[in-house]
């Protein structure tokens, strides 16, 4: 499975280590042909006006929707669950506030619920989603909003899981990731 990692600004190094960890193989996307043949792609943490100025920098744009136009998966972490929603690169239908929680000086670290089972779930400058469609599935909230959120091939945190050594949410991504390549194959 071969996914790629936006490297345009932001903690991308920490999202290879994971995938990695899981057996993916990893490659940086800085150019619109690094996206090329990918099964996935992660849009990490990072400050999203910088991270969508380095996507139009760099004619990033078709490329990343042509991605998803073809049913190819999405992470998107922290600053990338902004640059996902509707008033960004609108590959979910949802609108993601910045800094939600707070400035830098509010960051906190709490332990979060997705399904049953307990996650450490890091929050720097965070945002949370204020408004999703109906097509919108919310995995997990934190004080009455949404901070995981799915909606077809794109899952969207407003945490950074690859700050932890839980590798469950990356896991999931990857089989979305999975299923899709499956599905693709199958309709070939």
Not at 15 to 43: C, K, N, S, T, Y
Not at 149 to 166: I, K, Q, S, Y
């Amino acid at each position: 499975m071969l996914i790629g990692v936006l490297a345009v600004q932001g903690g991308f190094e920490a999202h290879e280590r994971v995938l990695r960890e899981l057996v993916a193989d990893v490659r940086e996307i800085r150019v619109p042909a690094d996206l090329d043949g990918l099964d996935g792609l992660v849009i990490p943490g990072g400050e999203s006006t910088t991270i969508s100025m380095g996507i139009e920098a760099a004619g990033l744009e078709p490329a990343i929707r042509a991605h998803w136009d073809a049913g190819g998966t999405v992470l998107g972490t922290c600053a990338g669950m902004i640059v996902c929603d509707d008033a960004h690169l609108g590959l979910i239908d949802a609108t993601a506030a910045r800094n939600a929680f707070g400035r830098q000086l509010q960051s906190f670290e709490e332990i979060e619920g997705i399904g049953d089972e307990p996650l450490r779930a890091v929050f720097i400058r965070a945002p949370w989603i204020e408004r999703c469609g109906s097509e919108v599935d919310v995995i997990a909230s934190y004080d009455g909003h949404p901070v995981a959120v799915r909606e077809g091939n794109v899952l969207a945190c407003a945490f950074h899981p690859e700050l932890t050594d839980d590798s469950r949410l990356h896991a999931l991504f990857m089989a979305m990731t999975t299923k899709a390549r499956e599905r693709e194959e199958a309709e070939t």
